[in-house]
């Protein structure tokens, strides 16, 4: 009960943020769950009561961001000892007690599968390290996102994960093993939330999974694959916009591919990793399916959305990639035209089953890094030019910096400036595209 006469003291939470969208989501759910608790968010992490950095293990250079910015926090627990510090997210879980160890300011560690117990951590009445996958779902022990607190602040576009972990055991992939095995949020829970965030002024909802397509549940009349939760969701008053990431192209199911074409609400956009261009590097990397496969299935998801948009993920210098593997990705990238892709070098991770292969030469990787970027990059710039002259939705999520200004998503995802001095954060507006610049557009509303 509280106090009446002495209500809780307002406590300051800074939040910093690794990695995926999903992380994002879990940030903005432990906001939520910290917030039943008194504490409201802070930009200003000096002037925090705690700090949580929730972190990515994807590849080396993203777990070691961590240990900089713990060493650079270190002026700040000698200034004020009560300040605490929590590690979460995928290095938490993978490193554990290891973190405290080697870094003794660290209060608390919370892997993803355990945070809906942070604020009892906090409190001290559950362990400072909690990295296990208990059997309780952490979404029955979180708060409703209706009752979201000054902690989190109103957006139009939110995220809502439906499935976490991956089976898929890509060979260079730390997921299966930091967040777990696939498991699929239900039906009434997802299509409870999406409603909730309705009601909160939400109109754009990305649902999130590591293999998000591979979501599948019990629901009305049986067992629903993606395709049908989407269809779901279609039906739900106020939500104008769906759209969903990360996808593995072996769970494009018939009926996923058929809403694209079928539910206005789902945005022509959608992020298909492929990784390679190579059978044998495909091969190797654990993928199970092939360029061909995947060039099919591109085939497909273009007859039924022909004005889609495609993105992607690469990794170049995989171990034993050849520079005719190379050429292979080039090739499939030339054949299919992305809107805008992420390419990575490959980074052995401890505990994937290409740890320990020969490595390529780390100079042929960057090279090989390089002139996929600069075909990548091409093909972004040519998308873009592309959006010049065409009409397109915007989603308003900010004002700009310019005076009567707006910064909002086109249907593409583009960032697009518009001056449009009426307008508010939240609409949702026609606007033609005049301008294609570096990372953006610029448009005019729409008559
Ligand atoms: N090295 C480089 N890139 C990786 N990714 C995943 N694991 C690794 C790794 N060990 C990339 C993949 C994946 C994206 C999220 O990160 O391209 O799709
Ligand atoms: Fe990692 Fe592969 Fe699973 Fe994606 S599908 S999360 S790359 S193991």
């Given at each position: 009960m509280t106090d009446q006469a002495n209500p809780p003291a307002v406590k300051k939470l800074f939040i910093k943020t690794y990695g995926c969208q999903m992380n994002v989501y879990d940030s903005q759910r432990m906001a939520e769950a910290m917030g039943a608790d008194g504490y409201v968010l802070t930009e200003d992490q000096a002037d925090a009561d705690m700090v949580l950095l929730n972190t990515c293990h994807i590849r080396e250079k993203a777990a070691e961001k961590l240990y900089s910015d713990l060493g650079r926090l270190k002026p700040l627990k000698a200034e004020r000892p009560d300040l605490k510090i929590g590690v979460a997210g995928c290095v938490a879980q993978a490193e554990g007690e290891e973190i405290v160890r080697r870094m003794?300011?660290?209060?608390l560690v919370v892997g993803p599968q355990t945070y809906h117990r942070l604020p009892a951590m906090v409190r001290g009445e559950?362990?400072?390290i909690l990295t296990d996958f208990p059997p309780e779902d952490k979404f029955d022990h979180l708060p409703a996102?209706?009752?979201?607190?000054?902690a989190t602040r109103r957006a139009p576009a939110a995220f809502l994960t439906v499935q976490e972990g991956c089976d898929?055991?890509?060979?260079?992939?730390v997921v299966p093993y930091t967040r777990g095995a696939e498991v699929s949020r239900p039906v009434d829970r997802i299509l409870r939330e999406a409603r909730d965030l309705v009601d909160r002024g939400v109109r754009e909802i990305t649902l999130l999974g590591?293999?998000?397509?591979?979501w599948h549940g019990a629901g009305s009349g049986g067992e629903w694959g993606f395709g049908r939760l989407i269809r779901a969701l279609g039906?739900?008053?106020?939500?104008?916009r769906i759209r969903y990431t990360?996808?593995?192209?072996?769970?494009?199911a018939d009926d996923l591919i058929a809403a694209h074409r079928?539910?206005?609400?789902?945005?022509?956009?959608l992020h298909l990793?492929?990784?390679?261009?190579?059978d044998r590097i495909l091969r190797a990397m654990n993928r199970k399916h092939t360029a061909a496969g995947y060039l099919r299935l591109i085939d497909r998801i273009r007859e039924a959305r022909p004005d889609i948009m495609l993105t992607s993920d690469f990794i170049v210098g995989?171990?034993?990639?050849t520079d005719g593997d190379h050429q292979d990705t080039m090739r499939l990238v030339a054949e299919v035209g992305f809107g805008t892709a992420f390419s990575f070098k490959y980074s052995p991770r401890p505990g994937?089953?290409?740890?320990?292969r020969p490595e390529v030469d780390s100079r042929v990787a960057d090279q090989r890094l390089q002139e996929l970027q600069g075909l990548l990059t091409k093909q972004q710039k040519a998308a873009q030019e592309g959006m010049v002259g065409r009409a397109l939705g915007v989603l308003f999520e900010k004002p700009g910096r310019q005076a009567g200004q707006m910064i909002g998503k086109s249907d593409y995802l583009h960032s697009v400036f518009v001056d449009a001095?009426?307008?508010?954060?939240?609409d949702l507006v026609r606007v033609r595209i005049v301008e294609s610049a570096s990372n953006s557009l610029r448009g005019e509303l729409a008559a």
């Open positions: 003794p300011l660290v209060d559950a362990p400072a996102r209706t009752s979201l607190n000054r898929k055991f890509c060979a260079f992939c590591q293999n998000v397509n591979g039906g739900i008053e106020g939500l104008d990360t996808s593995h192209p072996n769970d494009m079928d539910v206005p609400q789902l945005m022509p956009y990793p492929v990784q390679s261009g190579s995989f171990p034993g990639e994937t089953p290409a740890h320990d001095p009426q307008a508010q954060v939240g």
